[in-house]
């Protein structure tokens, strides 16, 4: 039971991952395109999108807990029987 939860949401863990980083570098891209004289602080940077890829990961967590949590509920055979 536990291993099926664990497998769930780290399945969600990565996937919210690699949508957070690719948000966050065509973020980046996009704003060093659309300013060609100004200058964007790296600081600042992390300040703005680290943010939004903690939103990534807490929402995919959240929204993977339930599918792991009920997968975990079923048995081996019984879920192998159903689509």
């Known amino acids: 039971?536990?291993?099926?939860?664990?497998?769930?949401?780290?399945?969600?863990?990565?996937?919210?991952l690699l949508g957070g980083a690719i948000g966050v570098l065509g973020g980046v891209t996009l704003v060093d395109d659309g300013r060609p004289h100004g200058r964007v602080d790296h600081v600042d940077r992390w300040r703005s999108n680290c943010p939004g890829l903690a939103f990534s990961i807490a929402t995919g967590l959240i929204f993977g807990f339930y599918p792991a949590h009920k997968a975990s509920k079923l048995s081996p055979i019984e879920a192998l029987k159903t689509e």
């Not at 039971?1 to 919210?16: G, K, Y």
């Open 1 to 16: 039971m536990r291993d099926i939860r664990l497998q769930f949401l780290c399945e969600a863990l990565v996937l919210c």
